[in-house]
Structures are given as structure tokens and as C-alpha cells.
């Protein structure tokens, strides 16, 4: 089992940035990737980035990128995202996932989901 801890979710004027945290506990070492989804009211989860643990290899959703940057600490078990330039449309509850698997874009493959944090733009 693992358990992930979000923080760092918040209220933010448009243009701004925020950085949400991660932390991953339990039997992490069978982790392949780490990733972050969002959802908004009357919207389906929405894939926004990922990492793999091995190779550090990075992918993000057309509409993040240049602004949005996945990262992680192995040392800490803890993957951030860093959010600039953000904009009202990236208003959501943002989750963060871990898979022991390959796929990553798709929800249904992560196996552990933390609680959520609010991300609120205004403008």
C-alpha cells in the first residue's frame, strides 16, 4: 500500500504561481511513475503531467506546457509541481497519482490517489 499527502493548493490572481507537494509513503520502491490530474466542476479528470521514477522523464498535456514543471526528490519520496503564469482556466481540484505500471496519461492505471488540493484562479 502507499499513501500520498498533497499540499500547497490555494487561491492565486491570474499570471501567479503556486507549487503543490506529494509525499508518498508505504511501499514506494515498486513505483514506476508519479504523476498530477486536475478536475473541474462538470469536467472528467484531466491527465496535466508526469514522471517516471527511472530516467526522470517528464510529460505534460499540451496546455501546461512551458508554464508547468513536474519534478521529484527520491531522497524525500516527494514530487512537486511547479505551476507559473497560471491562468483562470486551470481552476481545479488537482490530484496527485503513483502507478506501478507503464501507462501514465490515463487515471484508470494509477493505483493510488491522494485526497486532492483546491487550485483557484482568479482573474
Known amino acids: 500500500q502507499v499513501q500520498l499527502v498533497e499540499s500547497g493548493g490555494g487561491l492565486v490572481q491570474a499570471g501567479g504561481s503556486l507549487r503543490l507537494s506529494c509525499a508518498a509513503s508505504g511501499s514506494t520502491f515498486s513505483l514506476r511513475a508519479m504523476g498530477w490530474f486536475r478536475q473541474a466542476p462538470g469536467k472528467e479528470r484531466e491527465f496535466v503531467a508526469a514522471i517516471r521514477w527511472s530516467g526522470d522523464t517528464t510529460y505534460y498535456t499540451d496546455s501546461v506546457k512551458g508554464r508547468f514543471t513536474i519534478s521529484r526528490d527520491g531522497a524525500k519520496n516527494t514530487v512537486y509541481l511547479q505551476m507559473n503564469g497560471l491562468k483562470p482556466e486551470d481552476t481545479a481540484v488537482y490530484y496527485c497519482?503513483?502507478?506501478?505500471?507503464?501507462?501514465?496519461?490515463?487515471?484508470?492505471?494509477?493505483?493510488?490517489w491522494g485526497q486532492g488540493t483546491q487550485v483557484t484562479v482568479s482573474s
Open positions: 497519482a503513483a502507478t506501478r505500471g507503464w501507462e501514465i496519461t490515463l487515471p484508470l492505471a494509477y493505483d493510488y
